[in-house]
């Protein structure tokens, strides 16, 4: 079973902590369909310190989300080991996670995220202040380096586990290739290898055969998942039951799908309002939509919806278009 610090997992299942995606209305969600472990998304340390209102509101947690692990990323020492406080003492995170995996030139240029990658000392050095000053269990989110020439990612990792960090999630892909190319598992396996600490595996896990691949095959101690389980927290439910008893269920009807989108729709209005609500939930319904056939002219009109009546009339219309084919292909 996974285990950081005193913090005890029910299952290895992680979901990642994505960007612009991973508040608390899709973490419920998520955390409902049985994660183990579920990550906030990143924050800025600075804004943390300028008590910004959008930030401040990003810290929400609900305690039916836990155990959770809040991210947060900097380039500076003091600024970074501030807002670890911040989260420590004011919030009921389980894990106070470091970011230095995100690739995004506006997030690099200020020396955090990926551009961490390059300098094993300055990972020691950061990780270690941060794991002084705060009681909470302290684990960083890892790329393998910058680019195909400066991968350090056993050094970058090793420094994590000397500087008291708690655990290292490793995705599989150079800063460079973004979210291009093929995760390279062979890493991780290295990481694994070389570390006491709980090692999770990330990138490209896209089947909960593929989960079950990188356990038994990478031997990692958790396994996270990202963008599968966009718009489809079905993947991590039914990852789940296959490593619990080797069933693969059933994915799930066109209905269900809606369902599930109208209650994250819902739990996203209550966290934030219709207007701002509505216009997020156009990326996630498209997400919903994903892979049902006859999808694209909802999917279009999904991005005209303003209103939650709007949206709730236009998913369940799609649902019930679908029932009426399938019905009509079983009596034919």
Known sequence: MLKIGNIEMKNPVVLAPMAGVCNAAFRLTVKEFGAGL???????????????KKTM????????????SLQIFGGEKETLVEAAKFVDKNTTADIIDINMGCPVPKITKCDAGAKW?????????????????VQKPVTVKMRLGWDEDHIYVIENALAVERAGGQAVAVHGRTRSQMYEGKADWNYIKQVKQALKIPVIGNGDVETPQDAKRMLDEIGVDGVMIGRAA???????YRTV???ETGELMDEPGVR?????CILHLDRLIDLKNEKIAVKEMRKHAAWYLKGVRGNAKVRNAVNECNTREDMVSLLYAFAEEMENKQEAIQVG
């Open 117 to 133: 990658l390059l300098d094993p000392n300055k990972v020691y050095e950061m990780v270690a202040s941060v794991v002084d000053a």
């Open 230 to 236: 966009l718009g489809n927290p079905w993947m991590i």
């Open 241 to 243: 039951k296959y490593l």
């Open 57 to 68: 509101d990003m810290l929400y947690i609900d305690e039916r989300e836990k155990p959770l």
């Open 38 to 52: 579920v990550c906030a998304e990143m924050v800025s340390d600075k804004a943390i310190l300028f008590n910004n």
């Open 256 to 260: 269900e799908k809606m369902d599930v």
